[in-house]
């Protein structure tokens, strides 16, 4: 499980009560229920009213994932690639039914077993370019939903401290309120670009990057599909796909190789 996103919204929410301690203040004094229920209700209300019902269906998913999901090493699945080009070397490509059953990577499995099937090449291409577009869009719409509230976000703040302000001018023969009133009333604001900035946002920064991700380890696995089904040297299919990775993990992925031919 990589925890980047936890470590970092748990981290931003404790900074920002630490320095209301530091300050003098009390977490409590901004913990308001009336605020925080117009910025975060009104929020996902906003932001479903410009979206669609089916946009909303895996929100929760969509949630766990941006939390929880782990980003395997890529160098991992170049390892995983060149194995099964070894054996399809060695043994034919047909012999890589047995092997798809362990292949835990679903986009891989699925398209080994499309070129086992005897696929034809540009048409296997095309198709698995094709999932891979698809997953692009649907990958996009979920994090917009988050980027939206976001946007939302600090306006209905804003709204929530224009309507206490008005409270407080209804009340202006209390003095004794006024300053707990004015208080709550910029609580709203405080909520509205505190969850836009330190959670919405980078929920829909951390699912846009997974599915760059995501689309990488793919466009990867396409060239090492395509290069399994032509029976290429493993060798090439090893060099071809490490070109894929970035430098740094490139550089590991030739290290490795380098030490399992020495031992």
């Not at 709550?184 to 699912?207: D, E, H, K, M, Q």
């Given at each position: ?74 160098t ?6 060149v ?91 209390k ?72 430098p ?6 030739e ?9």
């Amino acid at each position: 499980m990589d925890i980047s996103t936890i470590v970092g919204v748990v981290a931003g929410l404790v900074i920002v009560f630490t320095v209301q301690i530091l300050e003098g203040g009390s977490p409590a004094s901004i913990l308001l229920i009336p605020s925080m229920l117009l910025v975060f209700g009104g929020g996902f209300a906003a932001a479903m009213a410009g979206g669609v019902m089916k946009d909303w269906t895996g929100v929760g998913g969509q949630l766990n994932r941006a939390f929880t999901q782990k980003v395997t090493p890529p160098t991992e699945l170049v390892d995983e690639v060149v194995k099964l080009a070894e054996r399809a070397r060695r043994e034919g490509l047909l012999a890589l039914e047995d092997a798809v059953k362990t292949v835990e990577h679903p986009f891989l499995k699925r398209g080994l077993q499309l070129a086992i099937d005897g696929t034809d090449p540009d048409e296997l291409h095309d198709i698995l370019h094709a999932e891979i577009a698809a997953k692009k869009k649907s990958d996009k719409a979920s994090g917009k939903l988050f980027e939206n509230m976001g946007g939302y976000a600090p306006t209905i703040g804003i709204v929530g401290t224009v309507m206490g302000l008005v409270h407080v001018l209804e009340n202006l023969d209390k003095p004794d309120t006024l300053g707990h009133s004015i208080a709550a009333a910029f609580c709203a604001t405080l909520w509205g670009v505190l969850s836009a900035n330190l959670i919405w946002l980078p929920i829909a920064s951390r699912l846009a990057r997974l599915s760059a991700v995501e689309a990488e380890e793919m466009e990867l696995v396409v060239d090492g599909v395509l290069a399994i089904q032509a029976g290429s040297n493993p060798r090439l299919v090893a060099q071809k796909l490490r070109s894929l990775l970035p430098p740094e993990e490139a550089k590991k992925a030739e290290a490795a190789a380098n030490t399992k031919k020495a031992a």
